[in-house]
């Protein structure tokens, strides 16, 4: 059973950043695609960013130029630093990892971007 572990979540200022990590119980290596995915209240899960196993990178145009995502295969984790944060990015983060049409979700981190 694959298991996909967050952290990394919390409250902070506007302006300010934060990384999030994601713990896979496998090798990373092993998905097709891992990535982070967020849901604010009252609106849909949507795409932040996505790496596949090629190393190819995906952002959401809001993440675009303020959230890396990069992997470390020898932690098997997935992270996402964030910069620039804005109220628009509160929201609870999801790690998602996928081999073919099998999804593979963690429970969530909250981030609340708040003065």
């Known amino acids: 059973q694959v298991q996909l572990v967050e952290s990394g979540g919390g409250l902070v200022r506007p302006g300010g950043s934060l990384r999030l990590s994601c713990v896979a119980s496998?090798?990373?290596?092993?998905?097709?695609?891992m990535g982070w995915y967020r849901q604010a209240p009252g609106k849909q899960r949507e795409l932040v960013a996505r790496?596949?196993?090629?190393?190819?990178?995906n952002y959401a145009d809001f993440a675009e130029g303020r959230f890396t995502i990069s992997r470390d295969g020898g932690l098997n984790t997935v992270d996402l630093q964030m910069n620039g944060l804005t109220s628009e990015d509160t929201a609870a983060y999801y790690c998602?990892?996928?081999?073919?049409?099998?999804?593979?979700w963690g429970q969530g981190t909250q981030v609340t971007v708040s003065s």
């Open positions: 998602h990892a996928n081999i073919l049409t099998r999804n593979y």
């Open positions: 496998e090798n990373i290596f092993n998905f097709n695609t």
């Open positions: 790496i596949n196993v090629g190393g190819r990178t």
